[in-house]
């Protein structure tokens, strides 16, 4: 019985597996397709996708847009989700628990409503669309879950150690960044690098707000719209393996400092 029982959990996790990464080892076998369309049946393996991809300037210029967008859109998220926690965690604010839910809120809203939201305001500002336009919407987007991450994480046991750091001189701004800050690094770390996997992949909103200069989502939709090419392929076998270099840092710099389990 028990035999059984350990055998149907291992074909479950193994169908669950299957189920997540079936899409990815599909997208990523067709990328070596050696033909002119990444569909079945596969006809041999070449690498001439990727030597396309990596010579293509417009692909290249794209994706080091959308690193760029998601680095400093996550670090600006990082920074102003820790003043808001740290606000909200030491302080006495009025209305507290609901200026707290919204600065969540933005977490249940389509990103959709925020894109279009965010295009009519820049409209009225006079604002180019541009990079910067897509970061400040992906603050927007990422800065709830910052906070939510760093709040939570904030807990009684650090008062008294920043209590200590104050009864023997230590400013207020000295408190928050080199003790309080240090304390909650792995909280950061994992809010900062769950917003930059976010920012990396999104769509809609870097569609909206960019004109001239796009992230990498929307250039790959540019090249669908004119059919399947084995390219789109190659270049979502590079995303995917950029992906799991984000998750290998977050699990070498978040889970290894907190000593918990991946």
Not at 126 to 135: A, C, D, E, F, H
Not at 183 to 210: G, H, K, N, R, Y
Not at 246 to 260: I, W
């Amino acid at each position: 019985m028990r035999q059984l029982s350990t055998a149907l959990a291992a074909l479950y996790a193994g169908l669950i597996y299957l189920f997540i990464f079936l899409p990815v080892v599909v997208l990523v076998l067709f990328s070596f397709q050696d033909g002119t369309l990444p569909v079945p049946p596969l006809n041999g393996l070449t690498l001439r996708w990727y030597e396309a991809v990596f010579s293509d300037g417009k692909l290249m210029a794209a994706l080091g847009n959308s690193l760029l967008v998601a680095v400093i859109s996550s670090a600006v998220a990082c920074i102003l989700g820790f003043l808001a926690a740290y606000a909200f965690a030491r302080y006495t604010l009025p209305a507290s628990a609901l200026l707290r839910g919204l600065i969540v809120a933005p977490m249940t809203v389509s990103t959709l409503i925020i894109g279009l939201g965010l295009l009519s305001m820049l409209n009225v500002t006079g604002m180019r669309l541009s990079l910067v336009t897509v970061g400040i919407g992906h603050v927007v987007i990422n800065l709830p879950l910052c906070f939510a991450i760093i709040y939570a994480s904030m807990g009684g046991h650090q008062v008294n150690i920043e209590r200590a750091a104050r009864d023997l001189g230590a400013k207020d701004w000295q408190v928050m960044l080199l003790v309080t800050a240090p304390m909650l690094l792995p909280s950061i770390l994992a809010a900062f690098f769950l917003s930059v996997t976010f920012s990396w992949d999104e769509f809609i909103v870097a569609f909206l707000l960019s004109r001239f200069d796009v992230t990498l989502p929307v250039e790959i939709w540019s090249m669908l719209r004119s059919g399947l090419d084995p390219k789109t392929n190659a270049i979502g076998s590079v995303v995917f393996l950029i992906s799991v270099v984000f998750l290998v840092l977050m699990e070498l710099t978040v889970f290894r400092k907190t000593g918990k389990p991946s």
